[in-house]
């Protein structure tokens, strides 16, 4: 482990691993043996850091985030709280499959929203964002935003739109409409009317 780092003293850190000068690793989180961690990198209150698991420089990890053996952050990614990876696609109790984890590679500067979940074996490609609560169940693209349950596309941002929050955030009122047509999208039919018309007139989509 490099100098410089802050590790709270409920934290379990296994030998051998690389922890970034500058990162900070809170209350009751554990960090396995063979995991590498870049420089200033933040991870909350009760991560968990696997082995084969490799984070870049300024990787941000919420609380309740599992990172499992074969996934890899870049550098500035952000994982929002509680979110979800998976490393085994068809995972049973009574079957060994450690010989079968997919690798899943979230690229430079993506955003990964609270409580979504990934399934293993996707790219998420570099300054993409996956909304609060999405499934993601196939590739992302760069510069894109994913949402819904499976995830599908809402928007194609522009390089100069996301390459950095500053210019993410430069223009309040282009975000919060961004952020609506998420809502929009997320929310779909849960409509009062709609609800009205599942309970009188139901059909599949119901």
């Not at 809170?26 to 009760?46: K, R, T, Y």
């Not at 550098?75 to 009574?94: A, H, I, K």
């Not at 010989?99 to 300054?127: H, P, S, W």
Request: hydrophobic share 35%.
């Amino acid at each position: 482990m490099e100098e410089e780092v802050f590790i709270h003293e409920t934290a379990v850190i296994d030998e051998p691993c690389t922890i970034g000068s500058g990162s900070k690793i809170w209350h009751f989180s554990h960090i396995m043996p063979d995991s590498v961690l870049g420089d200033n990198c933040n991870l909350g209150q009760n991560v968990v850091v696997s082995s084969k698991v490799t984070l870049g420089n300024n990787v941000k990890v919420q609380n309740n985030v599992s990172i499992y053996d074969n996934i890899t952050l870049e550098d500035g990614v952000f994982c929002g709280p509680s979110m979800v990876f998976t490393n085994v696609y068809n995972p049973r109790s009574l079957v060994e499959r450690k010989d079968e984890y997919r690798d899943t590679i979230v690229m430079r500067g993506a955003t990964l929203g609270a409580n979504c979940t990934i399934v293993c074996g996707v790219k998420i490609g570099q300054f993409s964002f996956i909304g609060a609560g999405a499934v993601v169940t196939k590739n992302v693209p760069p510069n894109s935003i994913f949402a819904g349950n499976p995830a599908k596309l809402v928007k194609t941002l522009e390089d100069k739109e996301f390459n950095t929050r500053a210019n993410f955030l430069e223009n309040p009122k282009k975000l919060a409409k961004d952020f609506d047509a998420l809502d929009r999208y997320s929310l779909g039919d849960n409509t009062f009317l709609n609800w009205i018309k599942s309970v009188f007139l139901p059909d599949d989509s119901h």
